[in-house]
């Protein structure tokens, strides 16, 4: 299912890079200090090579129309039989500790999974999709008992979290940005911040938040951390499950 926790370790600071891996799960820092602020150069600017002087209150403004906040979600309470030697069908990530987090549904086009027979047989508001947060199944809430409930029950009483996404634009042009993120780098698909300080924009950012994309690139966790170490500016797609 894609549930088993490893680990490793990296720190990124801006113009010496550090990484140590100890099997697959990434603990990973990225700073930028500067002793000043670098330029920004404006897109309409490239050609004639002209440097813009960094504005913190223009860029503020940028990013308060850039950054969305997130629509209502929801929670749901599913019941779900499996039968013997069936496969769940979901491929989870728990490597936060907190929550099953929902990266991939599996068997949905052919019924070959307990979820695919459940989703095919339910109207789209009462799937289990991509990016939802299991957050009890059979009375259990903690992520390793949950674990083994998916694993051995046969009938599971599950409580759904829909996500709440939301876009946050966050920029250390022009003030450091300290950046840490859990991920899970075999078969992730987000990144998890375990803490973070400095960067315009980041004020918006908490301890929990999972990030499922940055700057448009998606799909795996190491996409997502070499965006993270890339760039100055970062569109980062946030999830949060409902509450």
Not at 100 to 127: C, F, I, M, T
Not at 147 to 160: D, G, I, R, S, Y
Not at 167 to 194: D, K, M, W
Request: aromatic content about 2%; charged content about 25%.
């Amino acid at each position: 299912q894609g549930l088993g926790p490893e680990t490793a370790s990296c720190t990124t600071a801006r113009g010496t890079r550090r990484l140590h891996t100890h099997r697959a799960m990434c603990l990973c820092s990225f700073a930028a200090r500067r002793g000043r602020a670098l330029p920004a150069i404006k897109e309409e600017d490239a050609d004639s090579g002209t440097a813009t002087t960094c504005d913190p209150e223009a860029e503020a403004a940028t990013w308060n129309s850039t950054s969305t906040a997130p629509p209502p979600a929801e929670r749901l309470a599913l019941t779900l039989v499996k039968a013997p030697g069936e496969p769940l069908g979901l491929r989870l990530e728990m490597f936060d500790g907190l929550h099953l987090y929902v990266s991939a549904v599996r068997g949905e086009e052919d019924a070959s999974s307990a979820v695919g027979r459940h989703n095919r047989g339910s109207p789209p508001a009462k799937q289990i999709r991509e990016g939802d947060y299991i957050v009890e199944v059979n009375g259990r809430t903690e992520v390793a008992a949950m674990h083994q409930q998916l694993t051995t029950a046969e009938e599971l009483h599950l409580a759904v979290a829909r996500p709440n996404v939301m876009l946050v634009v966050v920029s250390r042009r022009c003030a450091p940005l300290e950046l840490e993120v859990t991920c899970s780098q075999a078969q992730g698909a987000s990144a998890v911040i375990r803490s973070v300080r400095g960067g315009e924009g980041a004020e918006r950012l908490a301890p929990g938040d999972r990030i499922v994309a940055v700057n448009g690139k998606s799909g795996t966790s190491e996409a997502l951390l070499a965006e993270l170490r890339r760039s100055d500016l970062l569109e980062l797609v946030i999830s949060r499950p409902a509450w």
